[in-house]
């Protein structure tokens, strides 16, 4: 069974930074894309970034673009995203997501879920 774990969030003051996990069982990450979202209260969910199986290419939302980076490590089975510049606006619970075929930002197209993690940018 596909399980992913986010952890590596927290409270950061603005223009701290953060690198989030995202730690794959059951599978091997490399072959599968795998996508970032996170959740403001009172808000959609938002894709902001995701690399493709093999790491053939990367994409980043407006929102996030020079502040936020991804990427993956095979050894660990782990993706992350480092988050720096943070701004108050990057409050939300972030999460990971994993598909096999889908390469995107649109959350419906991902089949496997991580449980979130809150990342929380205050003074």
């Known amino acids: 069974q596909l399980q992913l774990v986010e952890s590596g969030g927290g409270l950061v003051q603005p223009g701290g930074s953060l690198r989030l996990s995202c730690a794959a069982s059951?599978?091997?990450?490399?072959?599968?894309?795998i996508g970032w979202f996170r959740q403001a209260p009172g808000k959609e969910r938002e894709g902001i970034s995701f690399i493709s199986s093999h790491d053939v290419g990367t994409y980043y939302a407006d929102s996030v673009k020079g502040r936020f980076t991804i990427s993956r490590d095979n050894a660990k089975n782990t993706v992350y995203l480092q988050m720096n510049s943070l701004k108050p606006e990057d409050t939300a619970v972030y999460y990971c997501?994993?598909?096999?075929?889908?390469?995107?930002?649109?959350?419906?197209?991902?089949?496997?879920w991580g449980q979130g993690t809150q990342v929380t940018v205050s003074s």
């Open positions: 997501a994993a598909d096999a075929y889908y390469s995107g930002i649109e959350d419906h197209g991902y089949d496997s």
């Open positions: 059951g599978f091997t990450l490399d072959a599968y894309n």
